[in-house]
């Protein structure tokens, strides 16, 4: 592995921390002080944001995910991953801002691989021009979802349509006005073997039956665009709303995890940097007991400990994202299992830290500390909770002999 970044990777690098610098983190400051008073509605997007993405798209930060140059950027995951990292600094932010926000990626991903071309035309490319946003519908609130044999959201042949019936929650972005499509996973047919019980399918969210139920707040923090509960209720959709074929929804969901958490785990160690830097700024700054706090020993060993923590699970992240590159998704399973438990993990470990050298205002919404420990805590179960890829990661190892 070459660990040197692309030249293309570096520009857009140094282009993405100006945008930054110049434009996001102003908008968060302003966003907070007007939060402060009263709190953002999470189904519209914030002037900032519409202003945000205006500036992006012009100048040329736009679908940086997407390895296709028909559609995005080209880059290659190992390229876009630095980028993710800068992304995640201010992540309730930058991504949609830049039309790299999920779970509107992994679904422009599946129709990028997996739509047909009248797929595309309704839904993919309103989604690269960001006119709409979309949701995912995959767990269920009334089974463990970890083990997608358990879902219970039916998709039933009925001439030329499908029906689909069941509850879903933590549809991420569901609650916005904007999010106008759902990627529903559901059982097609459950006599198959598990693996080809599965379906994906298209239900706009106008459809007469989908209902909105709630918006399920995170550790008490309600995210632009929400993480819904919805209830389809006999919802009626064309056949040809079908992704890929009957059966594919477990394939489907395989392609579009991998990629998917590579992202969630680069926000992640930028979430980790803005940790350390905000630790380090304010132990610097204080003083305690006759000296700065940064003085103190047991501050300079989290810092320390911060930076080798952060640095491994970087690498680690990177090197996965070079096996997807180079020898595809299969090849790197255990890998994605492996960072997708490291790389939250570390932020945790950083972001707690931080959060004990600011003391009562680490645990105030008077800095972003407490959301981003939010954010991360969350992650050791979106995307498959620690336990089940820590068990990929030990039967690989077991079955290597």
């Not at 779970?103 to 006119?131: A, C, S, Y």
């Not at 070079?322 to 945790?348: C, E």
Request: hydrophobic fraction near 40%; aromatic fraction near 6%.
């Amino acid at each position: 592995m070459d660990f040197a970044h692309s030249r293309r990777s570096i520009a857009y690098q140094e282009q993405l921390d100006a945008f930054m610098v110049n434009h996001v983190e102003p908008a968060e400051a302003a966003i907070a002080a007007r939060n402060a008073i009263s709190h953002t509605d999470p189904t519209e997007a914030p002037p900032e944001l519409h202003e945000l993405k205006r500036i992006a798209k012009a100048e040329g930060l736009w679908n940086l995910f997407l390895p296709d140059e028909e559609y995005g950027a080209g880059l290659s995951n190992t390229e876009y991953a630095p980028l993710a990292e800068i992304m995640g600094r201010i992540i309730e932010l930058a991504p949609e801002a830049t039309n790299c926000s999920a779970p509107d990626t992994g679904n422009m991903e599946v129709l990028h691989m997996f739509g047909t071309p009248e797929q595309k035309e309704r839904w993919l490319i309103p989604l690269l021009d960001g006119e709409i946003r979309s949701n995912f519908g995959m767990t269920e609130p009334d089974v463990a979802s970890s083990d997608p044999r358990n879902l219970e959201c039916s998709i039933t042949r009925d001439g030329d349509d499908y029906i689909v019936s069941g509850t879903k929650w933590w549809s991420t972005g569901a609650v916005t006005k904007d999010s106008r499509v759902a990627i529903v996973m559901g059982v097609t047919n459950p006599d198959a073997p598990p693996k080809a019980r599965y379906s994906m399918i298209l239900v706009p969210m106008d459809a007469e039956g989908v209902n909105v139920v709630r918006d399920v707040p995170v550790f008490g923090y309600h995210h632009r665009g929400g993480h819904a509960e919805v209830r389809y209720d006999d919802v009626r959709v064309p056949a040809t709303n079908l992704i890929s074929g009957p059966g594919e929804g477990y394939m489907i969901a395989q392609a579009r995890l991998g990629p998917g958490r590579i992202h969630h785990c680069m926000r992640a160690i930028g979430q980790a940097e803005r940790a350390l830097a905000m630790m380090i700024q304010r132990a610097k700054s204080r003083e305690a007991f006759g000296k700065r706090v940064a003085d103190q020993g047991v501050v300079q060993d989290w810092i320390a400990q911060s930076r080798w923590k952060i640095d491994q699970a970087r690498l680690l992240v990177l090197h996965t994202a070079w096996l997807i590159d180079t020898k595809g998704n299969r090849s790197a399973t255990r890998d994605v299992s492996a960072i997708k438990v490291v790389a939250p993990q570390t932020a945790l470990w950083v972001i707690d830290k931080a959060i004990q050298v600011y003391g009562g205002m680490g645990v105030s919404n008077d800095t972003p500390l407490a959301a981003m420990w939010a954010n991360m805590r969350t992650l050791r179960i979106a995307d498959g909770p620690d336990e089940v890829h820590t068990m990929v990661v030990a039967r690989r190892e077991i079955g290597r002999d």
